[in-house]
């Protein structure tokens, strides 16, 4: 696991309360499990969350690699943010110049407990999080 905790997002777009405390380096346990199960109980979330495990991509990309309109892929994109599945990172096409924001998962795993009529969601990453750029690279002609 990493030594990195997962950190929520900061800045005036930020959701207004935590998503989660961090308990340890690698684990962290959910202020809002309800809010996180009933999010992953909609199917376009969870297709969200798929499309983004192998490879950070767009919001356009998401809509179009799960069939859903752009708007509802935003949606839910930007659901999974606040609740602390997802980040952002800013993506460079350094040909063009254009930038874009694209979306990454920041949780390997979902755990779910029930004790004593309570429900506690512990998350679970080995992923590095934080700021990240990514630039694409040219690649030259063949002359």
């Given at each position: ?21 961090t ?18 109980g909609?199917?376009y979330?969870?297709?969200?969350v ?7 991509r ?7 690699a799960t069939?859903?309109?752009?708007p ?42 029930f ?16 700021p ?12």
């Open positions: 696991m990493s030594s990195e905790p997962l950190r929520p997002r900061v800045g005036p777009d930020a959701p207004a309360a935590t998503p989660s405390a308990d340890r380096n690698d684990e962290r346990h959910h202020d809002d499990p309800t809010a996180l199960l009933e999010a992953l909609d199917e979330t969870r297709a969200a798929e499309a983004v495990l192998d490879q950070p767009s919001g356009r990309e998401v809509a179009a069939d859903m309109s752009r509802t892929a935003f949606r839910r994109l930007n659901a999974l943010v606040d609740l602390g599945m997802l980040e952002t990172e800013h993506r460079i096409d350094a040909a063009e110049g254009h930038h874009h924001k694209v979306y990454r998962p920041v949780v390997d795993s979902v755990a779910v407990t004790d004593d009529g309570e429900i506690t969601v512990v998350l679970e990453s080995a992923r590095p999080s934080g990240h750029v990514e630039q694409s690279t040219p690649v030259p002609a063949n002359d």
